[in-house]
């Protein structure tokens, strides 16, 4: 089983539609979450980060992690699109002493105006 | 404002030739970190590095070396490029200590080795 997983989709929505992206990881140590936008042919910019279970909003993106479930989603609301992009998770251990963080393959989404 | 800069957005190199990618951030970050990034099989880690003149292997560094001489900078060397190198190449750093561990991407080199 490979460490986290992401449906690399592609995922088409129309414009105004809400956007469920999804990872699973099979760590148990994962304590930090982040989701990363990847604009085509840019790096990565980061999105989002959480800590441990719950939600975080920000605008109209939310950052939801379940431990018990190991899963952790990333919804777009009144997706635009500008939302067109690779987002990618992103998970570590934490507590300074890892240095490395472990990514999924990345979700393409379309946002059709 | 966050900043990681990267020499070139774009190479064309042939086979055989040395190819140095290079790497500044201006965040006082002391971890560094190489990636290549191609369809289907996401971010792989080439190297890191933790310190000045500190390195370590990631997931394929076969074929790749870095060179770290300044806290700022940190540089990808292909020895002897070869097509299957041809790639989108990221670097990113960031803070040592920080808990979460979050790292911030300069806007990439795709490389085309002919």
């Known amino acids: 089983q490979k460490e986290v997983e992401q449906d690399p989709g592609p995922l088409s929505v129309p414009e105004g539609a809400i956007v469920s992206l999804n990872c699973t990881y099979s760590?148990?140590?994962?304590?930090?979450f982040m989701w990363y936008r990847q604009y085509s042919r840019k790096g990565p910019e980061l999105l989002m980060y959480?800590?441990?279970?719950g939600n975080k909003e920000d605008g109209r993106f939310t950052a939801q992690v379940d431990k018990s479930s190991k899963y952790i989603s990333l919804f777009i609301r009144d997706s635009q699109p500008s939302d067109s992009a690779t987002y990618l998770c992103?998970?570590?251990?934490?507590?300074?002493?890892?240095?490395?963080?472990?990514f999924g393959k990345g979700t393409l989404l379309t946002v059709n105006p | 404002d966050v900043k990681v800069t990267q020499s070139s957005r774009y190479l064309v190199k042939r086979t055989g030739e040395k190819v140095f990618l290079e790497c500044v951030q201006d965040?006082?970050?002391?971890?560094m970190f190489w990636y290549r990034q191609d369809p289907g099989l996401g971010l792989r880690l080439i190297y890191f590095?933790?310190?000045?003149?500190?390195?370590e292997k990631g997931d394929i560094p076969e074929g790749y070396s870095v060179s770290r001489e300044k806290k700022e900078r940190f540089s990808l060397i292909l020895e002897s490029a070869s097509t299957n190198q041809t790639s989108m190449y990221l670097c990113?750093?960031?803070?040592?200590?920080?808990?979460?561990?979050?790292?911030?991407f300069g806007p990439g080199t795709r490389l085309l080795v002919l």
């Open positions: 990113a750093s960031s803070e040592a200590g920080a808990r979460e561990e979050t790292q911030y």
């Open positions: 760590n148990s140590a994962f304590q930090y």
């Open positions: 959480t800590y441990s279970s």
């Open positions: 992103a998970m570590s251990e934490g507590g300074g002493s890892n240095y490395k963080l472990t």
């Open positions: 965040m006082d970050h002391e971890n």
């Open positions: 590095s933790y310190d000045v003149k500190m390195k």
